[in-house]
């Protein structure tokens, strides 16, 4: 808001159309009351819409552009680009982090990520590059409790229930594609004969067509699914307040820098 204020454009890249789609969605919602216009460029803008947001933001009548990788292709020109926000800057190679710089010099880029590569910590702490570190959570809430246990289903469904009596919603992380209605199944023979034998769960993964997704997702953050059963793929995304819980299969199967975003997803 300040730098399109101070009448500077404002670029932000993310590494997924899912996330683009989540975050177009948070910024018209919470800038709605601001002379700020906001666009979306991504694999889902049809041709027509791309070339109506391409000229705007060339002729400045477009404040915030929220993107993809879709951003650093050749046909998109800033008139007065201000401010660059690379979201999971861990996703992004050098060239691509360094092409906004070819565009405009004089650009601010501030870069966000729960786990920074060893690149940009090594210049951080050579102090080549400012870094701040948000260390307070955000107001009500509390450290998450981390429990690693063998598979159990009576483990599994009692922490389900749990989480449902409270008023709440249930990440199911299962990574693998093949075998996930599989895993819906069992989830609904779990909760056969609870007081939530009627618990609606969504799947999300890789494979889906990305409106799909982006629909599914959408229902979640909207309350009207009870779990979300899912790949790694959720692993960047926005914070969905009443998620509490997230179960994890094959656990040892994840990589430190996966476990560690996955456990951003809830608190």
Known sequence: AAAASAGG???????????????????RERLA??????????RLTSPQDARGILASLA???????IGTHRLLSSDVAFKNLGLVI???EQRFGVKQKERFKE???RVDILSLSATPIPRTLSLAL????DISRIDTPPAGRIPIVTSVLPYGKRIVRDAILFELARGGQIYVLHNRIETIRT??????????????????????HGRMPERELIRVMDEFREGKLDILLATTLIENGLDISSANTLIVEDATRLGLAQAHQLRGRIG
């Open 9 to 27: 454009q404002v670029a932000v890249l993310t590494p997924t159309t899912v996330l683009a789609a989540q975050h177009e969605r948070t910024f």
């Open 103 to 105: 565009l405009r010099a």
């Open 183 to 204: 895993a819906k199944d069992r989830l609904e023979k779990l909760l056969r004969g609870t007081a939530f034998a009627e618990a609606k769960i969504g799947i999300a």
């Open 33 to 42: 009351n601001l002379p700020i216009t906001i666009g979306a460029l991504s």
């Open 86 to 88: 690379i979201d999971e």
């Open 126 to 129: 050579a102090k080549l590059r």
């Open 59 to 65: 002729e400045g009548r477009l404040d915030c552009i």
